[in-house]
């Protein structure tokens, strides 16, 4: 194992002084073919919209990291022991990069842009086993909708989602013997003051009218969903602040209707109401749905705190969740009696990345 990092330290110092022109998120490209290529027999073949894709993953995870990083020594600074610091600086060096790699190439080749809006999103997870960090890349709802309609059977004309607050009215049109297209009736009666969320639906439209489908989600539906350790800065809920020195409760209503939305996109935009061509799933999409079974589990096995498994909305939220590797999770060990500490140090990437 140790001959193997030298062996890749070598060939990176190798590279750098025979590229010297190359920035950082052109060996960031040159880092992913090579570590792709001894994860994965055959040669490595991306095109150059796909590199110039894997140079904005680098752009974006650099920025998460230092993000990451920021809330970790932030979180230390709060802890009355030091038992329950996380001692592992979140940086390049500390990242799993073979794993990066894999899902980097792969979230390429499905041409997905993580300089776009809510298109993927970079996570990381402290994974105690391996002492590193594992970067999962997320899908954000307008990824889904992507990937969704690339792989579709037959690409829709057009899908609408809408939620349907108290005040609306909405009638569901559902096919029957009189009638052979669904459809639905929707007024906003009042848009300024439309009370309470009851749930929402999704319209998919296609060339031929039959085949339009009409997806109803209940508020039922939506809070089964809705992660177990879900922050109530975005599902709303009970926080906690400083006033004063003290900590105090307070209510928020977060990002709550942000979060059902997304919640009615992923089940609309889902193989289940939008069934997926078995001609065009390639290794990318099987990979992928591999790595979301991966998030699933490391997000189960996170040390949870309250700032943990978030729904992300855009890409200046970046949570840090640490995987213990053990079959349980971990208590809490954060002191909540101490208050923030003033002026936390940012990050200092001053260490050159690592590749």
């Known amino acids: 194992m140790a001959a193997n990092s030298k062996a890749k330290t070598d060939e990176t110092a190798l590279e750098k002084r025979q590229h010297p022109e190359m920035n950082h998120a052109e060996r960031f490209v040159a880092m992913v073919i090579r570590e792709f290529g001894s994860g994965v027999p055959g040669e ?11 140079q904005g993953y680098f752009i974006m995870i650099d920025r998460a990291l230092k993000l990451a990083e920021d809330g970790r020594i932030s979180k230390n600074k709060t802890n009355k022991s030091r038992d329950y610091d996380n001692p592992l600086p979140c940086i390049w060096q500390n990242v799993n990069m073979l794993d990066l790699a894999l899902d980097a190439v792969h979230c390429a080749r499905m041409e997905l842009d993580m300089t776009q809006d809510n298109h993927l999103f970079p996570i990381p997870f402290r994974n105690k086993k391996t002492d590193k960090y594992d970067l999962t890349l997320m899908l954000g ?15 829709p004309l057009a899908v609408t ?15 029957g013997v009189s009638n052979n297209v669904e459809s639905y009736e929707f007024e906003i009666m009042n848009p300024f003051d439309r009370g309470e969320i009851l749930g929402g639906f999704g319209y998919i439209e296609y060339k031929n009218p039959a085949k339009n489908k009409l997806v109803i989600m209940t508020m039922a539906d939506m809070l089964k969903r809705k992660p177990a350790y879900a922050s109530a800065e975005f599902w709303g809920g009970t926080v906690k602040k400083w006033e004063g020195g003290k900590q105090v409760s307070a209510e928020t209503d977060g990002w ?3 979060m059902c939305h997304k919640t009615l996109i992923r089940e609309v935009y889902s193989a289940k109401h939008i069934p997926r061509d078995p001609r065009k799933i390639d290794d990318s999409y099987h990979h992928m749905r591999l790595r979301e079974a991966k998030m699933a589990e490391l997000e189960s096995m996170a040390e949870i705190d309250e700032n943990a498994n978030v729904i ?3 890409a200046d939220t970046v949570p840090v969740t640490e995987n213990s ?31």
């Open 44 to 54: 490595v073949a991306l095109t150059d919209f796909q590199k110039k894709l894997i």
């Open 141 to 155: 709802y307008n990824g889904i909708r992507y990937v969704a309609l690339r792989y579709a059977v037959e690409t």
């Open 161 to 175: 989602t809408e939620l349907v607050y108290s005040t609306d009215k909405f009638t569901a049109i559902k096919k």
């Open 256 to 258: 709550f209707s942000e």
């Open 312 to 314: 992300v909305i855009d």
């Open 325 to 355: 590797g053990e079959p349980s999770a971990e208590p809490d060990g954060r002191d909540n009696d101490t208050p923030p500490a003033d002026g936390a140090e940012p990050a200092q990437m001053s260490i050159e990345p690592n590749f």
